[in-house]
């Protein structure tokens, strides 16, 4: 925390005119899962975030700080923890010399956002640094979502991004925005070729969506499916029917030529929430997953032909700034990605042997912030 307070006195001490605000936040996310099929690794596959099970996890303690200054901005927001171990793992990397850093996921992990924004004139925004990923409906941290778990979508698809934006209202409901990226997970790209995105957000009082398209070259140079440009399309869109009913929904679709044909896939997620009280709700998702994957080529994904979930999540928030979850998750594959039983290998000399089509698993979660 003292690193923050230094951030916050040089701030204002340089300018102490315009010094506007300094805010402070952060959260801690903590929880107990069991896996019916009680694997022997204690490993839930392909989970995301909530990986362990007959375990406590901390799996992430996040800090921030957002300081405005006139038209400028900073948000700068550390964590640590079990997540962002998991959601670095894709970081490209790649080696250095006496004198340059080599680039992988642990360098970064550290940092879930950094980032300066500048309200420009004529109504324009610019921002640049380190960002979540602007793809779909759900957020890194576990109180902006309706379920304890992330969707197949969400930890399939890209989670953050290095690079620029500028935004613009169309309208009174609508804002464009023109991204540039490093690419897919990447603080550092992992090739030479900047990624290129578009989208369109829509706000009313009962409605809001987002539709984004993303173009650019995604696998590294050398690989055997060539330059291939990759492309995303993403639609989401959250409507409150009324005070106790909210529904939200995500379509995702995409595809790469390479230089072994045509690899690809379609992915989509609905979502329903009823509160039941100030301090109660309860929360319903499904997702399906699938890709198709070009002969010779390396899957763009997921190691199976598709997967899908369905997920019921009971939250009760006692106080503000607290929420205890209470969650029930079946996941389904086309072939054995998940563990049970006893499984084969030891996760070092000999990588573990998948052996299940489908887990269930129920999590208590916990999470708190300020």
């Not at 199976?304 to 594959?333: F, M």
Request: aromatic share 12%; hydrophobic share 40%; glycine share 10%.
């Amino acid at each position: 925390m003292r690193w923050i307070v230094t951030l916050a006195v040089v701030w204002a001490a340089t300018s102490p005119a315009r010094a506007q605000s300094i805010t402070f936040g952060g959260y801690v996310e903590t929880y107990y899962s069991f896996n019916f099929r009680r694997p022997s690794n204690h490993i839930t596959n392909l989970r995301g975030f909530d990986n362990r099970e007959g375990t406590f996890t901390l799996s992430n303690v996040a800090l921030g700080t957002k300081a405005t200054r006139g038209p400028l901005s900073v948000e700068i927001i550390l964590q640590v923890g079990s997540t962002p171990s998991t959601y670095y793992l894709a970081e490209p990397t790649l080696a250095g010399t006496s004198t340059v850093n080599a680039n992988d996921g642990p360098l970064w992990k550290y940092i879930q956002k950094a980032v300066f924004a500048y309200n420009a004139p004529h109504g324009f925004v610019l921002d640049a640094g380190l960002m979540p990923s602007p793809i779909g409906c759900e957020a890194f941290a576990v109180k902006d979502n309706w379920n304890w778990s992330r969707s197949n979508l969400f930890f399939g698809l890209p989670f953050y991004h290095t690079g620029a934006r500028v935004a613009h209202a169309l309208s009174d409901s609508w804002t464009g925005m023109l991204h540039v990226y490093s690419g897919w997970n990447s603080v550092v790209d992992n090739n030479p070729y900047p990624s290129v995105a578009l989208s369109a957000n829509y706000a009313s009082d009962a409605v809001k969506g987002q539709v984004i398209y993303m173009g650019g070259i995604e696998r590294p140079p050398g690989a055997p499916e060539g330059n291939a440009w990759r492309n995303l399309l993403d639609a989401v869109a959250t409507i409150d029917i009324s005070d106790a009913v909210a529904v939200q929904g995500e379509l995702d679709g995409g595809v790469e030529p390479n230089a072994f044909g045509t690899s690809g896939w379609f992915a989509a997620a609905a979502y329903g929430k009823v509160t039941l009280s100030d301090a109660l709700f309860t929360a319903l998702r499904v997702d399906y997953f699938r890709e198709w994957v070009a002969t010779g080529a390396t899957p763009i994904v997921w190691p199976t032909e598709w997967l899908a979930s369905i997920t019921a999540t009971l939250a009760y928030q006692p106080i503000d700034g607290v929420s205890l979850r209470l969650e029930l998750r079946h996941d389904q594959a086309k072939t054995p990605v998940f563990f049970g039983g006893t499984v084969e290998g030891d996760g070092v000399t000999m990588p573990f042997v998948p052996n299940r089509r489908s887990q269930d698993t129920m999590t208590l979660g916990a999470t708190a912030w300020f």
